[in-house]
């Protein structure tokens, strides 16, 4: 019986095989994510991972409908697995954002799924960070936003030498296509040509620009020129003041492929251009009004940051720590006269929060010990019936071997 | 728009609606149950929320689907949301049990799934703490599982006031209905009618019993009788010695009606009966060979412990915290000179771990100083030029109103 395509197992390490993930890497990401999200003062949001199809085609249009995992449910409903965050939140804020002060600052760490037939061996989940603030029109929030991306990353040990956010404003794309063009029914495919421009042979984009009628030298004379807008100089100056300046530069190469965005965007690459973007997210202040029918309408701006990127990333910066089962002591039961007693013991310590394995069987002491140190546990503990038959306890420092002979009540004080 | 019925939006609090669910509870209840596994030496893992189709019939014959979320997918593969998580840890396990030692310890937090047509209202997604143990067939390793299960329940502040675990044995119950009825096939048909007893007129157990010549007289003798099997005996020592005598009882009421248990069986209750069992589980010594297609046999127990029936005993009880932002410090920018050294002051902060907000845009004293206040902030800070052109914070501790004049290095020193 095997999973589905582009399904993953997580298992605890070490890994049993090299089609498994770990379930230990991915706490460790989660826990960063959740815990760089609360310094920042963002509160957790999570919604079904099931909505109406409708959701999504409302944000993206039909055509979005042949990447999702999408059916038709028992109670005839065109439902859909979330393919993004984005659209159940918006639904939750255009209906409960009456409740929460602005700006409302929240998080998320949803699975996300697609499904496009074609693309054999690729994955159909993945994990998202997903951090977003409502109600602030001012670039503040932006640069609090952009702050909050580079700080997750600096979490997990990477420095400036290692990633950066390039800063980038579709307003300033959109005044350059409107001196330019006429036609605003060929923004959203003249988006499209910048957005690929770093991929494309630049013959083929130029074809594609001199249709729309605009001059591929201009293009590149923007891009290069690299001039921050007055919204950029302000983000800019604003990360400099929390000196984050190293992690971030202007770079109009980004534009974000997605309709719906509406000011300023941008994504984190690593330095060295291995990986597909890191993160990416920007403003989207039209997006509450378009899902909440006309009811509310909110200033919007998010980042999301994939799990898969992430950790392929680490791993290649050799940032990953191992991950083992973290036992604090072993406790070897050697006289089974003792196990009632060692259970005792087991269980206090575990109540003082300490994790503690031993073996459920009667098993020979060195099959016991080869056990503990299997498990890296820090510690071996033992009860002994001392001569005057007090119980005392042996307790073993298994990475100095240092022993000591302690009464039960003051062992706690000792390990670790 | 409208989520779909049956799934769950979770919002920080204080919640906007009755509708809604906690975000915040549902992290505390999970946080609890990963640090208590922990402690007990499990480790994580998780597998895809949707599966084959045939993984969920292979274990409950066909008569599950119509409890399932199951579709045909855009590949024409037949698939579920999963319904539970034994099937994928049994697959998972079938593949990768000799890179592990035994006995393996694993637990899971997944979401699960069901689509009932007939049950308006009810939910049809939830969350479950999985705990399993593989490979050890001494009921040992049922007093561990228990222990884990009653440690996790008093890990929320319940007592042995609050809740029983009531023990008892598929083993027993089948050895009585083999010295009544010779025909096997109807083995399965008897567990569920006791099973139902509780629930059930009397009358109407009795003729169902008749029916298969049991007499409903000895049924209940036995019940009343409440004599420990061997092994039942064997678990209440071992969970006396571990002091945890009081949270336990033998009531072979209890028979789990699903088909799969071969043994030991148990259900957490609260002793006021007001809300269904908190958590249930037992040994399912065959369900890994049946998985493996006969290719791996290993002895197995796990229970399954719900969120939402946690969650109303937890709140009944009144044993759930409140949550709020938990806020460290709120910045107060009153001189707008100061921001970008503020900015500075925050990222340091942030830095060391502290949770800070702040107000991104100008606004009045009084108007930050109420955010602080409804953010339920610790403390307020707020830098100042002093007459000689230094640098200082002042910080008022919301609580006791006391105010300190510090320098902006000493400041970390100073927040609690």
């Known amino acids: 019986m095997e999973r589905l395509p582009g399904f993953r197992d997580f298992y605890p390490e070490p890994l049993p095989n090299s089609e498994a993930w770990s379930a230990d890497a991915r706490q460790y990401i989660f826990g960063k994510w959740r815990e760089v999200a609360r310094r920042y003062a963002f509160r957790e949001y999570d919604g079904p991972p099931l909505e109406p199809l409708e959701l999504f085609t409302l944000k993206s249009g039909e055509e979005i409908v042949g990447q999702l995992y999408n059916f038709v449910d028992k109670g005839e409903r065109a439902v859909a697995l979330r393919p993004e965050m984005t ?11 009456r409740n929460y002060k602005k700006p409302i600052k929240w998080f998320a760490v949803p699975q996300l ?8 061996g690729r994955l159909r989940e993945h994990f998202q960070f997903n951090c977003d603030i409502f109600g602030e029109s001012d670039v503040s929030a932006e640069a609090e936003l952009i702050a909050l991306l580079i700080d997750t990353l600096r979490s997990f040990g990477l420095t400036s030498d290692d990633f950066v956010i390039r800063l980038s404003s579709r307003n300033a794309w959109q005044e350059f296509f409107q001196q330019r063009c006429q036609d605003e029914s060929k923004a959203y495919q003249f988006y499209q040509i910048i957005d690929k421009m770093e991929r494309e042979d630049p013959a ?4 594609k620009l001199d249709a729309l009628g605009i001059s591929a030298d201009e293009v590149t004379t923007f891009i290069k020129s690299g001039t921050p807008t007055a919204e950029l100089d302000l983000i800019l100056k604003n990360l400099t003041a929390r000196g984050l300046s ?13 309709a719906y965005y509406t000011g300023v965007v941008f994504e984190a690459f690593d330095k060295k ?20 029918g006309g009811k509310v309408n909110l200033p919007a701006l998010g980042f999301g940051m994939g799990d898969v990127v992430l950790l392929e990333l680490l791993k290649a910066r050799g940032l990953m720590p191992k991950f083992d089962s973290h036992i604090h002591a072993f406790c070897l039961i050697e006289d089974e006269e003792l196990r009632p007693a060692s259970l ?3 269980h206090d310590l575990r109540d003082e929060g300490y994790a503690i394995e031993y073996s459920f069987t009667p098993a020979k002491s060195d099959k016991q010990f080869k056990r503990a140190m299997e498990l890296n546990s820090a510690y071996t503990i033992k009860l002994e019936r001392s001569a005057d038959l007090e119980l005392t306890v042996k307790l073993k420092n298994l990475r100095t071997r240092e022993e000591k002979i302690l009464a039960p009540g003051d062992l706690h004080e000792n390990l670790g």
């Open 273 to 292: 251009g291995e990986f597909r973007a890191i993160a990416g997210g920007g403003r989207y202040d039209n997006l509450v009004k378009l899902i909440s």
């Open 87 to 97: 659209p159940t939140l918006a639904r939750m804020i255009s209906s409960s954002e």
């Open 113 to 120: 799924f697609r499904y496009e037939r074609q693309q054999k």
């Open 344 to 346: 005792e013991l087991i």
């Open 246 to 258: 190293d992690f971030v530069r202007v770079d109009y190469h980004v534009i974000r492929g997605l």
């Open 204 to 207: 083929q984009s130029k074809i």
